[in-house]
Protein backbone atom coordinates (compact mmCIF):
# COMPACT_ATOMS: atom_id res chain seq x y z
CA UNK A 1 0.00 0.00 0.00
CA UNK A 2 1.46 3.74 -0.93
CA UNK A 3 1.67 6.49 1.10
CA UNK A 4 0.67 9.81 -0.57
CA UNK A 5 1.03 13.36 1.53
CA UNK A 6 -0.46 16.07 -0.03
CA UNK A 7 0.26 19.45 1.40
CA UNK A 8 2.09 22.77 0.51
CA UNK A 9 6.21 22.38 0.35
CA UNK A 10 6.74 25.15 2.95
CA UNK A 11 3.91 24.25 5.39
CA UNK A 12 5.00 23.65 8.83
CA UNK A 13 2.51 21.16 9.15
CA UNK A 14 3.39 19.25 6.29
CA UNK A 15 7.20 19.11 7.66
CA UNK A 16 5.75 17.88 10.84
CA UNK A 17 4.10 14.81 8.91
CA UNK A 18 7.05 14.34 7.19
CA UNK A 19 9.28 14.26 9.61
CA UNK A 20 7.69 11.07 11.61
CA UNK A 21 7.43 9.70 8.50
CA UNK A 22 11.57 9.84 7.99
CA UNK A 23 11.59 8.95 12.11
CA UNK A 24 9.17 5.51 10.85
CA UNK A 25 11.17 4.87 7.59
CA UNK A 26 8.29 4.99 5.68
CA UNK A 27 8.95 5.94 2.02
CA UNK A 28 5.77 8.36 0.27
CA UNK A 29 4.80 10.51 -2.36
CA UNK A 30 4.22 14.34 -2.34
CA UNK A 31 1.41 15.71 -3.84
CA UNK A 32 1.70 19.27 -3.88
CA UNK A 33 -1.58 21.66 -2.73
CA UNK A 34 -0.58 25.25 -2.10
CA UNK A 35 -3.68 26.54 0.53
CA UNK A 36 -2.58 29.64 0.43
CA UNK A 37 -3.22 30.10 -3.81
CA UNK A 38 -6.26 28.16 -3.06
CA UNK A 39 -6.81 24.55 -2.94
CA UNK A 40 -8.93 22.67 -6.13
CA UNK A 41 -12.09 21.55 -5.65
CA UNK A 42 -10.72 17.76 -5.23
CA UNK A 43 -8.96 18.56 -2.71
CA UNK A 44 -12.00 20.38 -0.47
CA UNK A 45 -13.36 16.10 -0.88
CA UNK A 46 -10.25 14.95 1.22
CA UNK A 47 -10.09 18.07 3.87
CA UNK A 48 -13.20 20.32 4.20
CA UNK A 49 -11.47 22.90 5.79
CA UNK A 50 -8.64 23.41 3.19
CA UNK A 51 -6.03 23.33 5.08
CA UNK A 52 -2.36 20.78 4.81
CA UNK A 53 -1.43 18.29 5.07
CA UNK A 54 -3.89 15.32 4.44
CA UNK A 55 -2.23 11.56 4.36
CA UNK A 56 -3.68 8.55 2.10
CA UNK A 57 -2.24 5.42 2.70
CA UNK A 58 -4.46 2.69 0.84
CA UNK A 59 -8.13 3.67 0.83
CA UNK A 60 -7.68 5.39 4.21
CA UNK A 61 -7.54 9.22 4.13
CA UNK A 62 -6.64 11.38 7.36
CA UNK A 63 -5.87 14.90 8.00
CA UNK A 64 -5.68 17.09 10.91
CA UNK A 65 -1.54 16.65 11.47
CA UNK A 66 -1.09 15.19 15.25
CA UNK A 67 -3.82 12.48 14.40
CA UNK A 68 -1.66 11.60 10.95
CA UNK A 69 1.64 11.74 13.56
CA UNK A 70 -0.41 9.08 15.59
CA UNK A 71 -1.70 6.78 12.67
CA UNK A 72 2.00 6.98 10.75
CA UNK A 73 3.34 5.87 14.07
CA UNK A 74 0.93 2.78 15.55
CA UNK A 75 0.57 2.11 11.38
CA UNK A 76 4.66 1.29 10.71
CA UNK A 77 6.89 -0.53 12.22
CA UNK A 78 10.40 0.80 14.27
CA UNK A 79 10.70 2.09 17.61
CA UNK A 80 7.21 3.70 19.42
CA UNK A 81 7.29 7.47 18.97
CA UNK A 82 4.35 7.80 21.93
CA UNK A 83 5.87 6.69 25.65
CA UNK A 84 4.07 3.89 27.18
CA UNK A 85 3.82 5.19 30.59
CA UNK A 86 0.53 7.32 31.30
CA UNK A 87 1.94 10.40 32.44
CA UNK A 88 4.65 10.63 29.79
CA UNK A 89 2.28 10.28 27.57
CA UNK A 90 -0.14 12.76 28.75
CA UNK A 91 2.69 15.53 28.23
CA UNK A 92 2.99 14.46 25.09
CA UNK A 93 -0.21 15.40 24.36
CA UNK A 94 -0.01 18.42 25.92
CA UNK A 95 3.67 19.61 24.20
CA UNK A 96 1.45 18.96 20.96
CA UNK A 97 -2.16 21.11 22.21
CA UNK A 98 -0.06 24.03 23.31
CA UNK A 99 2.20 24.40 19.69
CA UNK A 100 -0.86 24.10 17.79
CA UNK A 101 -3.47 26.18 20.02
CA UNK A 102 -0.83 28.77 20.98
CA UNK A 103 2.62 28.32 19.36
CA UNK A 104 1.60 27.93 15.51
CA UNK A 105 0.06 31.40 15.37
CA UNK A 106 2.70 33.59 16.72
CA UNK A 107 5.47 31.52 16.10
CA UNK A 108 5.12 31.08 12.41
CA UNK A 109 2.48 32.92 10.97
CA UNK A 110 3.01 36.17 12.81
CA UNK A 111 7.17 35.55 13.59
CA UNK A 112 8.51 33.50 10.40
CA UNK A 113 5.75 34.58 7.81
CA UNK A 114 6.77 38.44 8.17
CA UNK A 115 10.24 38.64 8.91
CA UNK A 116 11.66 35.57 6.64
CA UNK A 117 8.94 34.41 4.05
CA UNK A 118 7.31 37.00 3.24
CA UNK A 119 10.71 38.86 2.73
CA UNK A 120 12.27 36.31 0.61
CA UNK A 121 9.73 35.75 -1.64
CA UNK A 122 9.18 39.69 -2.32
CA UNK A 123 6.40 40.46 -0.42
CA UNK A 124 6.76 43.02 2.66
CA UNK A 125 6.79 41.80 6.31
CA UNK A 126 4.37 44.14 9.04
CA UNK A 127 6.78 44.75 11.72
CA UNK A 128 3.81 44.91 13.90
CA UNK A 129 2.87 41.02 13.09
CA UNK A 130 6.54 40.41 14.03
CA UNK A 131 6.73 41.95 17.64
CA UNK A 132 3.33 40.79 18.51
CA UNK A 133 4.41 37.45 17.97
CA UNK A 134 7.38 37.79 19.76
CA UNK A 135 5.64 38.66 22.51
CA UNK A 136 2.88 35.83 22.41
CA UNK A 137 5.92 33.66 21.47
CA UNK A 138 7.82 34.40 24.94
CA UNK A 139 4.68 32.75 26.77
CA UNK A 140 4.88 29.98 24.88
CA UNK A 141 8.41 29.44 24.74
CA UNK A 142 7.91 29.49 28.52
CA UNK A 143 5.62 27.46 28.92
CA UNK A 144 7.65 24.62 27.05
CA UNK A 145 10.65 25.47 29.26
CA UNK A 146 8.89 24.58 32.43
CA UNK A 147 7.60 21.65 30.86
CA UNK A 148 10.62 20.67 28.96
CA UNK A 149 12.97 17.13 29.96
CA UNK A 150 16.49 17.28 30.39
CA UNK A 151 16.60 15.32 27.17
CA UNK A 152 13.92 15.30 24.83
CA UNK A 153 10.60 16.82 25.72
CA UNK A 154 9.55 14.07 27.15
CA UNK A 155 11.14 11.45 28.94
CA UNK A 156 14.50 9.50 28.17
CA UNK A 157 13.44 8.79 23.95
CA UNK A 158 12.46 10.95 20.88
CA UNK A 159 8.37 11.55 20.90
CA UNK A 160 5.90 13.24 18.79
CA UNK A 161 6.17 16.21 20.67
CA UNK A 162 9.44 16.97 19.94
CA UNK A 163 8.77 16.00 15.96
CA UNK A 164 5.47 18.97 16.77
CA UNK A 165 7.72 21.19 18.28
CA UNK A 166 11.13 20.95 15.12
CA UNK A 167 9.92 22.24 12.49
CA UNK A 168 7.94 24.81 14.60
CA UNK A 169 11.24 26.02 16.39
CA UNK A 170 13.41 25.81 12.65
CA UNK A 171 11.08 28.44 11.48
CA UNK A 172 10.70 30.83 14.78
CA UNK A 173 14.34 30.36 14.67
CA UNK A 174 15.35 30.98 11.03
CA UNK A 175 14.09 34.66 12.37
CA UNK A 176 17.13 36.41 13.74
CA UNK A 177 14.79 37.88 16.76
CA UNK A 178 13.36 34.10 17.26
CA UNK A 179 16.82 33.07 17.60
CA UNK A 180 17.72 35.52 20.07
CA UNK A 181 14.64 34.84 21.51
CA UNK A 182 15.17 31.53 22.19
CA UNK A 183 18.44 31.77 23.80
CA UNK A 184 16.89 32.63 27.22
CA UNK A 185 15.68 29.53 27.56
CA UNK A 186 18.20 26.70 28.38
CA UNK A 187 16.51 23.51 28.16
CA UNK A 188 14.80 24.52 25.51
CA UNK A 189 18.09 25.82 23.33
CA UNK A 190 19.67 22.14 24.53
CA UNK A 191 16.73 20.56 23.07
CA UNK A 192 17.24 22.65 20.27
CA UNK A 193 20.65 21.86 19.69
CA UNK A 194 20.16 18.30 19.79
CA UNK A 195 16.61 18.41 17.51
CA UNK A 196 18.01 20.37 15.06
CA UNK A 197 20.70 17.71 13.49
CA UNK A 198 18.55 14.59 14.09
CA UNK A 199 18.67 12.96 11.12
CA UNK A 200 14.74 12.85 10.07
CA UNK A 201 14.70 16.67 10.54
CA UNK A 202 17.54 17.37 8.64
CA UNK A 203 16.15 14.90 5.52
CA UNK A 204 12.45 16.61 6.04
CA UNK A 205 13.56 20.28 6.05
CA UNK A 206 11.93 21.57 2.85
CA UNK A 207 14.38 25.06 2.87
CA UNK A 208 13.51 28.57 2.81
CA UNK A 209 12.44 30.11 -0.23
N1 LIG B 1 -5.14 21.78 12.44
C1 LIG B 1 -4.47 21.59 11.18
C2 LIG B 1 -3.72 22.88 10.84
C3 LIG B 1 -3.05 22.78 9.47
C4 LIG B 1 -2.73 24.17 8.94
O1 LIG B 1 -3.18 25.21 9.45
N2 LIG B 1 -1.94 24.19 7.87
C5 LIG B 1 -1.64 25.45 7.24
C6 LIG B 1 -0.31 25.41 6.51
S1 LIG B 1 1.05 25.26 7.60
C7 LIG B 1 -2.70 25.77 6.21
O2 LIG B 1 -3.17 24.87 5.54
N3 LIG B 1 -3.04 27.05 6.08
C8 LIG B 1 -3.96 27.50 5.09
C9 LIG B 1 -4.82 28.62 5.59
O3 LIG B 1 -4.60 29.10 6.70
O4 LIG B 1 -5.70 29.00 4.81
C10 LIG B 1 -3.53 20.40 11.26
O5 LIG B 1 -3.12 20.05 12.37
O6 LIG B 1 -3.23 19.79 10.24
Same mark, same amino acid.
Given at each position: @?????????? #??????????????????????????????????? =????????? =???? +?????????????????????????????????????? +???? #?????? @??????????????? +??????????????? #???????????????? =?? +????????????? @????????????????????????????????? @?????????
Amino acid at each position: @MSVELIGYRY #SVYRWIARVVLEEKGVAFAHVEVDPFAGVPDWYLG =LHPFGRVPV =LRHG +GYTLYETAAIARYVDAAFAGESLVPLEARAAGRMQQVI +GIVD #SYGYRP @MVRQVFAHAVFRPRT +GAAGEAGEISAGLEA #SAGVLAALEGLAGDGW =LV +GGRVSLADLHLGP @MMAYFVAAPQGAAMLSGYPKLSAWWRRMRVRPA @MVASDPGLP
